[in-house]
């Protein structure tokens, strides 16, 4: 099958970066591979500059084509987020292209939801049912009552869809099962978020405190290569996790937390910031609201009583936060992307937005930068009609849109309430391993009257569609273009670099063709994405072809950083906001308070999970490249509890929930780097979907054992750390 690229060539070169790069640098794993020349023998016919779709992060990357076939995939070196760059993930786009398993055209359900049986159909067949089934469900149900799962970059033309329908539920699991709770906590706190590029300056910090946050692991590329740059320089690393991560083991510290405890320890070093006048004073003078009563909040939060909850002793709490100021400005604690976790998620978020305020970190060296953004103008279509919305159960006064969990729930409530959900469509958003507890989101799927899966891959989403409309995959299409805010101002192009395979279709084209079909034809002006693109970019002033070519456009930046004592922020008293009167008039803490979770009962383990530097999520786990170097996921334990069940390395466990919910089996990892008190698997295998040969039921699913969720009372976001778990060998 991989007639082009060598296999075994890419396992040296990835399984090698991931290792060499833990022991040679400290933080594992991108590559820059081998040319093009070794690659395939011989000069590519073109090499084409696009971006990626393995992860969310977008890395830059240069395709290399001969004979109409990728053989490579580089990072692309004037592109600031890979700098010529990928992690293993990127460098294995070729597999997504590849993958045998891909759909391949478009399918309509012949049977009960479930049955998983299909009919191979025409685009316009497809589309038509669609766009039918669309206009019945809005004319019976309110355009309220459809949904739109998004994830990936292609989301925006359906959003576009779904706005021209009317109805304003566009839903996002990387909101409400992601990073939701620090985006409230660091809009409370400083009036913005650190953005989906987070906006540190981790090469020139010289302290870095990871709260879980485990780079390393979570390979979001240009971080990585920032860690590594401030580590070669001598940076110091305090890591807090359950688990020896990867950053763990580059940091001086390691701090093995009692699980859910963070924000007693986080309130400890605030007190001893403060107690021992260790913190940026002037700054927090001159730019922060509320510092006596944080003070007053924090008076009691001593190390000792930290010790109690966290298990970190005094001394070590005591030192590390010295450690943080000694090298404050240029300190900060990570602000962490993934913190659902316990519920009292934003709370946390608070804390570490305080801390680092405490630091004075803000537009400082080694700090939060101030981002800058390239703008390109929007393609002007005519305004979208007033959004309609389905009625959540429960509001949460700072969620800032509709949330994924609670279209969920707002789809099983009554079958003739009309604020209830009728129709999801899903574009790249795998929900039922997404959403908490898979069990129940399929049976919430089954009240539906309409699924539409957008998708690349057979999933768990699309054996429960209704239709299934295949997209090709980011190798080989157009997209919108990207423009984040980041130190570097810039705007990247995606573009086809090889021909659509089989019978898919780009996202904007599928968009398009059912905007039209539903009289939604005016949001979709352009004759194609390539006119779209080329009319938005010309509007900007700049040169399309050269972004063609290059792949990106990027402008210097001025300064990213404001040296001026005193500083605005886009909050109300336009300071900093350690105390939080939003907060205080919606009836919530004005100041974090810290809540002690609730203990496993003997016997049981809290269940957590994470990430592989070789997958994300369950978007790689069939992939051909990436699933030989990391075939299925492993349950970690601690040795001693392994021993004490009789447990044994390898041996094959099966797993059971405060709910009575199983699952399994999975390879058990016995070792020394977890407490006793968790154990820990990597999120994304455990698929169901026969159609995926290489990855149908390797590993198990957290999101089956994941019941239970604690809801987060500012935003909504579904703490998903509070379940618990008893391990058994297979019987
Ligand atoms: N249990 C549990 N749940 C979690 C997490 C966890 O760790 N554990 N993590 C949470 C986090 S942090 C996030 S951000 C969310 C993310 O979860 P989702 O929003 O669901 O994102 P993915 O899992 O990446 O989506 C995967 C789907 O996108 C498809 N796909 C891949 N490429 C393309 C493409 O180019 N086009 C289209 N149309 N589809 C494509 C894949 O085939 C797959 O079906 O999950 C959250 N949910
Ligand atoms: N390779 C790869 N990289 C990715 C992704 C991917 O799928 N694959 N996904 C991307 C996305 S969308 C996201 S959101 C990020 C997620 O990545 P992060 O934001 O880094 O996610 P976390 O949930 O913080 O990371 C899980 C870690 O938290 C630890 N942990 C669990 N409970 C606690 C606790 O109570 N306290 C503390 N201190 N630690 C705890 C776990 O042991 C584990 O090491 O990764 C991104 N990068
Ligand atoms: S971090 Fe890796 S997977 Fe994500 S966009 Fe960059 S190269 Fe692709
Ligand atoms: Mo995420």
Redesign the pocket.
């Known amino acids: 099958m991989f007639r082009d690229i060598s296999r075994r060539k890419f396992l040296a070169v990835t399984g090698g970066a991931i290792l060499g790069g833990v022991a040679a640098s400290g933080v594992p794993g991108f590559m820059r591979s081998a040319s093009a020349r070794d690659a395939k023998g011989g000069e590519p016919d073109r090499v084409v500059p696009t971006f990626c ?1 393995l992860c969310f992060w977008k890395c830059g990357v240069l395709a290399y084509v001969k004979d109409e076939r990728v053989v490579k995939i580089e990072g692309n070196p004037r592109h600031p987020l890979s700098n010529g760059m990928l992690c293993p993930r990127g460098a294995g786009g070729v597999g ?1 292209l590849y993958d045998p398993d891909r759909l391949r055209q478009p399918l309509l359900r012949v049977s009960e939801r479930g049955e998983q049986r299909w009919k191979p159909v025409s685009w316009d067949e497809a589309l038509d049912f669609t766009a039918k089934r669309l206009g019945e469900v809005k004319a019976k149900f309110g355009a309220g009552s459809i949904v739109l799962f998004s ?2 970059h ?1 989301g925006g033309f359906f959003k576009t869809l779904l706005k021209g329908m009317g109805s304003g539920n566009v839903v ?3 909101y409400d ?2 990073r939701g709770p620090r985006m409230a906590a660091f809009g409370l706190t400083y009036g913005t978020d650190p953005g989906a590029i987070e906006t540190l300056d981790l090469a020139n910090a010289k302290a870095i405190a990871f709260i879980g946050t485990h780079l390393g692991e979570n390979m979001h590329n240009t971080q990585v290569q920032d860690v590594s740059a401030a580590n070669a320089k001598g940076a110091t690393f305090i890591t807090v996790d359950p688990r020896f991560s990867i950053i763990a083991s580059k940091s001086k510290h390691w701090l093995p937390i009692k699980p859910g405890t963070d924000t007693a320890l986080l309130l400890a070093w605030a007190n001893v910031l403060i107690g021992e006048g260790l913190y940026q004073k002037d700054f927090i003078e001159k730019n922060a609201v509320g510092f006596a009563e944080l003070a007053k909040h924090v008076e009691d939060k001593t190390p000792e009583w930290a010790y109690l909850q966290t298990g970190i002793e005094p001394q070590l709490i005591r030192d590390t936060a010295r450690e943080l100021a000694r090298a404050a400005p240029a300190a900060m604690v990570h602000p962490g ?2 913190v659902v976790w316990y519920g009292n998620d934003t709370q946390r978020s608070r804390a570490v937005a305080i801390v680092n305020a405490l630091l004075g970190n803000w537009a400082k060296p080694g700090g939060f930068y101030l981002p800058a953004t390239l703008d390109v103008p929007e393609y002007k279509t005519p305004a979208f009609p007033p959004a309609e919305h389905f009625k959540p159960a429960q509001k949460f006064p700072l969620a800032s849109s509709a949330l994924a969990y609670d279209a969920c729930t707002a789809t099983a409530a009554q079958p003739d309430d009309a604020s209830s959900v009728k129709a999801w469509i899903a ?5 039922p ?4 507890n898979t069990a129940n989101v399929i049976e919430t799927m089954k009240k539906l009257e309409l699924v539409v899966a ?4 057979p ?1 768990e ?1 699309t054996g429960w569609a209704d239709v299934i409309l295949p ?1 090709n ?2 190798l080989e299409r157009h997209d919108e273009l990207h423009n984040p805010p980041f130190r570097t101002p810039y705007v990247a192009i995606r573009q086809p670099a090889v021909a659509s395979m089989y019978d898919t279709k780009p ?1 904007w084209w599928i968009a398009k063709q059912l905007g039209e079909k539903m009289g939604l034809g005016q949001y979709f002006p352009w004759k194609d994405a390539r006119e779209y693109l080329g009319s938005r970019v010309a509007a900007a002033g700049l040169d399309f072809s050269q972004l063609e070519r290059d792949g990106v456009i990027t402008r210097p930046t001025a300064s990213i950083y404001d040296l001026s004592p005193e500083l605005t922020f886009k909050t109300p008293s336009k300071k900093i906001e350690l105390f939080s009167k939003a907060l205080a008039d919606a009836g919530l803490d004005p100041l974090p308070t810290y809540e002690p979770p609730e203990e496993p009962p003997t016997g049981w383990f809290r269940l957590l ?2 990430r592989a530097p070789t997958h ?4 790689t786990t069939n992939n051909p490249l990436l699933s030989e170097v990391f075939p299925e996921n492993e349950l970690w334990m601690n040795a001693e509890m392994a021993q004490s069940l009789g447990l044994r390395a390898g041996d094959r466990v099966m797993l059971e929930n405060q709910d009575q919910v199983k699952t399994g089996p999975i390879k058990l990892r016995v070792t020394q780097r977890i407490r006793q008190d968790c154990v820990f698997m990597v ?2 295998f455990g698929r169901e979907d026969r159609r995926l040969t290489r990855s149908f039921r390797r590993g198990a699913a ?2 089956r054992l ?1 019941t239970r969720v604690k809801r987060d009372p500012v935003m909504g976001g579904t703490g ?1 750390n509070v379940n618990f778990v008893t391990v058994f060998r297979e019987a």
Do not use: K, W
Request: charged share 15%; proline share 5%; with cysteine.
């Open positions: 779709e997504a994830h990936g292609g996002a699991p990387s099962q992601c992307r993934h574009y790249g958003c795998n929900v391993l997404t959403l908490p957008i998708d690349t891959m999933a989403i997209e995959t980011y996202g999970f994470g994300t999520f369950s978007r999120h994304g957290d999101s994941i998903m």
